[in-house]
């Protein structure tokens, strides 16, 4: 994936930091309910946007619709 400029987004360079913030996320979704909840309302970009969130985290980048 690229971005309009050609350059690769960050959250496909992902490191260990972006990858333990990411997991952590993930987690919180491991509840059964919450699980349920998120089969019933997932699309398919969910990790990405996951991965997107974790690098707004790290890049202190705010956070964006």
Same mark, same amino acid.
């Given at each position: 994936? !690229? *971005?309009?400029?050609?350059? #690769?987004?960050? @959250?496909?360079?992902?490191?260990?930091? /972006?990858? =333990?913030? $990411?997991?952590? #996320?993930?987690?919180m979704l491991? =509840?059964?309910?919450?699980?349920? *909840?998120? @089969?019933? /309302?997932?699309?398919?970009? *969910?990790?990405?946007?996951?991965?997107? !969130? $974790?690098? !707004?985290?790290?890049?202190? =980048?705010?956070? !964006?619709?």
């Amino acid at each position: 994936m !690229h *971005l309009k400029d050609g350059s #690769t987004p960050r @959250w496909c360079q992902s490191g260990p930091e /972006l990858l =333990e913030i $990411a997991a952590v #996320t993930l987690r919180m979704l491991a =509840e059964p309910t919450r699980l349920n *909840l998120l @089969w019933q /309302l997932a699309k398919p970009r *969910l990790i990405q946007k996951t991965i997107n !969130h $974790a690098d !707004h985290q790290v890049s202190g =980048e705010p956070a !964006h619709d």
